[in-house]
């Protein structure tokens, strides 16, 4: 971000190599640094960070009855993370006297930050059409009489997972049943059933099951 006298306002994880960013678990230490470069002097109020990570799903399921079509949208969030910390000032920045501002000279500056992940376990970053599992780093500068400067760098949580636990070793089956009508023809009720030997798989497993279908007449 370049915005007058600020030049560079960055965040820079540690363990960054060829612009590979690092991937974190459960009770890992994430750290890094927020960097400012200015062309000249300014005066702060404070520099904040706040690191989150939630999770979110959102679907819309449409109903037609008769010539109108009801929707309903269902979400829901799950927080996993909420840290902040101040690395200049006291967080207060309703205030603009000039005793309570920080002055900050020309030049290249770096403020390092860092915090542990939950010890619980965490859900995996991922992106759907339905949802999604984030986590960042958001950068705030408070400066008087300013916008407030943001600057947002996301990280990866990879959560290992035992598959062999007895949850996930044992069989998932589910069954739908429906009617389906063509004109003056209608179905009996159709049944489709699908099972799976395991609910949890690794890359390179083959997954075995079988679906039934029956259909119970058409007239």
């Given at each position: ?148 400067m943001k600057m947002k760098k996301e990280f990866t949580v990879f959560e290992h997972i035992d598959i062999n636990t007895p949850l996930l070793l044992s069989p998932q089956a589910g069954t739908k049943e429906k009617t389906l009508c063509c004109w003056f023809c209608s179905s009996g009720p159709i049944s489709l059933s ?26």
């Amino acid at each position: 971000i370049v915005m007058g006298k600020v030049k560079v306002f960055a965040i820079i994880y540690d363990g960054f190599i060829d612009n590979i960013a690092p991937m974190f678990t459960s009770g890992d230490l994430v750290s890094g640094r927020v960097i400012m470069e200015l062309s000249d002097e300014i005066k702060v109020k404070s520099l904040k960070i706040h690191a989150k990570g939630h999770a979110k799903v959102s679907w819309t399921v449409r109903k037609k009855k008769g010539s109108k079509t009801h929707s309903r949208v269902y979400h829901q969030e799950v927080e996993y993370l909420n840290h902040k910390e101040v690395l200049i000032g006291h967080g207060v920045d309703d205030d603009n006297s000039e005793e309570d501002l920080t002055t900050i000279h020309s030049g290249r500056h770096e403020y390092p930050f860092s915090f542990e992940l939950p010890q619980t376990p965490l859900a995996t970053s991922f992106e759907g059409k339905y949802g999604s599992v984030r986590y960042w780093v958001k950068a705030e500068l408070h400066r008087p009489w300013m916008l407030v400067m943001k600057m947002k760098k996301e990280f990866t949580v990879f959560e290992h997972i035992d598959i062999n636990t007895p949850l996930l070793l044992s069989p998932q089956a589910g069954t739908k049943e429906k009617t389906l009508c063509c004109w003056f023809c209608s179905s009996g009720p159709i049944s489709l059933s699908a099972k799976i030997e395991r609910k949890g798989y690794t890359p390179g497993k083959n997954l075995e099951g079988c679906i039934v279908l029956y259909l119970l007449y058409w007239k």
